[in-house]
């Protein structure tokens, strides 16, 4: 099994040590030991580290993330869960791209005000509700 310390870890995978130990505290990841003072990783680390940043970039909390990977059994993940995301993802892009069409459209709009805009008033109204 191929050990990696911390620097080598935090080197390869783009993260501060700071953001290891941390994920350490939260129970994302586990050294296999100590060299020295230094903490020592297997290296399916980064394998956990590449899923960790993946629920980071679906939106996931931390939590959200040990929950998901505490669910992996012989069969992987939850896919319950991960099609509840994928459907929470597909909202939030929806949201977000109204609200790039709107700004673009207020951005070129030649009203007098923004706010004499039906359209602009429209994405103003829509941003306002919740959810």
């Known amino acids: 099994m191929q050990e ?3 620097a080598e870890v935090a080197r390869r995978s783009g993260l501060a040590a700071s953001a290891l130990r941390h994920y350490e505290s939260v129970g994302l990841i ?3 030991g100590r060299r020295g003072l230094r903490r020592v990783f297997g290296a399916g680390v980064l394998e956990q580290l590449a899923l960790i940043a993946l629920g980071r970039a679906a939106g996931m909390t931390l939590q959200e993330i040990g929950t998901l990977l505490g669910s992996v059994g012989a069969n992987g ?4 869960q991960l099609s509840a995301r994928a459907d929470a993802l597909d909202r939030r892009i929806q949201t977000l ?3 790039r069409d709107g700004l673009r459209h207020a951005a070129r709009c030649r009203a007098p005000s923004h706010l004499a805009c039906p359209r602009f008033r429209a994405l103003m109204r829509s941003a ?4």
Do not use: C, W
């Open 4 to 6: 990696l310390d911390i």
């Open 30 to 32: 586990q050294p296999i």
């Open 77 to 80: 993940f939850d896919r319950a």
């Open 97 to 99: 791209t109204r609200v």
């Open 128 to 131: 306002s509700r919740p959810g």
